[in-house]
């Protein structure tokens, strides 16, 4: 009797801990729906700063040029996106966005960055080693002509229990052969965070 009611009261308190234990979880459309939990960088973010910067990219007057004077789209490749705020960022995230933004425009061409070519490049060799007759030539690889960099910056400005977070996304597009910036542009984002007085 004394072990069934040790074993009742073990599985009691088991059950008490893990009901007060449960965590509230729901999901949500990060596409429509904005939450911003701590003010940080955050998702929204990255979407709307990349929606902006790549809208200006792809409708700038010398990525049109390049496609009337040398009657094709441009090649581009995105660089380094560097990351100069005050707290950890994660700019691959930034640089897939930008990716994927500017080959959905569908009008600038893309080709793979330096670490994905070198993986292509090995499965080429592999394949001319064996399997010669079907083997894809290493030589006929698209340049790139432009190059897409970046730099992502925070600044706080605080007083007392209020802050102003800002963050600012600069983007620059290059000409690989030349050097020259054929265009650049910034996105800004700033959020108030009011944060509540600590109760003695």
């Known amino acids: 009797m004394k072990k069934i009611v040790t074993l009742f009261l073990f599985c009691a308190a088991f059950a008490f801990f893990s009901c ?55 090649v581009a490749i995105i660089g380094k996106i560097s990351n100069k705020s005050s707290e950890h960022i994660d700019t691959a995230m930034v640089a897939k966005r ?17 670490e994905q070519r070198l993986e292509l490049r090995a499965e080429k060799a592999d394949q001319a080693e064996n399997a010669y007759e079907t083997a894809k030539s290493i030589g006929n690889e698209l340049a790139a002509d432009f190059m897409l960099q970046g730099t992502v910056y925070s600044h706080v400005d605080m007083d007392g229990t209020e802050s102003v977070r800002t963050y600012q996304v600069d983007a620059q597009l290059i000409d690989i052969e030349t050097n020259e910036i054929l265009w650049q542009d910034e996105k800004t984002i700033s959020k108030y965070i009011k944060k509540s007085a600590k109760k003695l």
């Open 20 to 74: 007060g234990s449960t965590s509230k979880i729901e999901r949500y459309d990060s596409t429509t729906a904005v939450k911003d939990l701590s003010g940080y960088w955050n998702e929204n973010d990255i979407r709307e700063v990349c929606e902006v910067l790549i809208s200006g990219c792809i409708s700038s007057p010398r990525v049109a040029n390049f496609n009337k004077t040398n009657g094709r789209k441009p």
């Open 98 to 114: 930008f990716q994927t933004a500017i080959i959905n425009s569908d009008v600038i061409r893309f080709v793979a960055d330096s």
